[in-house]
Nanobody, 128 residues
Framework: QVQLLESGGGSVQSGGSLTLSCEASGYNDGGTYCMAWFRQAPGKEREGVGG???????RFKDSVKGRFAISRDNAKNILYLQMYSLKPEDTAMYYC?????????????????????WGQGTQVTVSS
């Protein structure tokens, strides 16, 4: 059974930084998937923040480009989200997702329904 466990959330002031981690376990097929971070703020739909394919190519939502970075350690099955220059509008529950075939990562990374595995989320709160 695949499990994704996020960590690293917290409360920061505007302009601050946080790094989220997502540790995956239970893969029985090598786990060579596209992985992504999503977020959901209260009263809003879940949205894709950024995705990364197995080779490390990344894509981001426009509003976080230049402020967020995604990386992955394939040997350890850990996904990271480094967030800089945080804004109050970044406040949300952040989720790690995996299970989208790597082939489709570039065109579909932001489509939440394409992912088979999800973590429980970690809260990020940015105060002004």
């Amino acid at each position: 059974q695949v499990q994704l466990l996020e960590s690293g959330g917290g409360s920061v002031q505007s302009g601050g930084s946080l790094t989220l981690s997502c540790e995956a376990s239970g893969y029985n097929d090598g786990g060579t998937y596209c992985m992504a971070w999503f977020r959901q703020a209260p009263g809003k739909e879940r949205e894709g923040v950024g995705g990364i394919d197995i080779d490390g190519s990344t894509r981001f939502k426009d509003s976080v480009k230049g402020r967020f970075a995604i990386s992955r350690d394939n040997a350890k099955n850990i996904l990271y989200l480094q967030m800089y220059s945080l804004k109050p509008e970044d406040t949300a529950m952040y989720y790690c997702a995996a299970g989208l075939a790597d082939l489709w990562c570039s065109g579909s990374w932001y489509k939440d329904f394409e992912y088979r595995y999800w973590g429980q989320g970690t809260q990020v709160t940015v105060s002004s």
